[in-house]
């Protein structure tokens, strides 16, 4: 099973940006689907962002515009890069993938607050 590290949280000002990063233990490639996950304080987990093996991507509504998902095959890395922050995107952000029909389990996730 492939094991996802993710990175490059902080704490940064409304209108700032970050760039996350997610590295597996193994070849993506081969995998279809990548994806950014976020749980804010006190809510559900929520789907961010996906990046398919063909580098489609999708959205959240929240992000569109603000958010830009990419991979890295050779770098076995997904990045995250996140402008125009503002105070509702604060939470832990987590990688993900899905191979075959099944998401891979969960890694520690990386915080992310924005100050107003």
């Known amino acids: 099973q492939v094991q996802l590290v993710e990175s490059g949280g902080g704490l940064v000002q409304a209108g700032g940006s970050l760039r996350l990063s997610c590295a597996a233990s193994?070849?993506?490639?081969?995998?279809?689907?990548m994806a950014w996950f976020r749980q804010a304080p006190g809510k559900q987990r929520e789907l961010v962002a996906t990046?398919?093996?063909?580098?489609?991507?999708n959205y959240v509504e929240s992000v569109k515009g603000r958010f830009t998902i990419s991979r890295d095959n050779a770098k076995n890395t997904v990045y995250l890069q996140m402008n125009s922050l503002k105070p509702e995107d604060t939470g832990v952000y987590y990688c993900?993938?899905?191979?075959?029909?099944?998401?891979?389990?969960w890694g520690q996730g990386t915080q992310v607050t924005v100050s107003s």
């Open positions: 990046i398919t093996r063909d580098t489609n991507t």
């Open positions: 193994g070849s993506i490639s081969g995998i279809n689907t």
């Open positions: 993900r993938y899905l191979r075959n029909g099944l998401w891979g389990s």
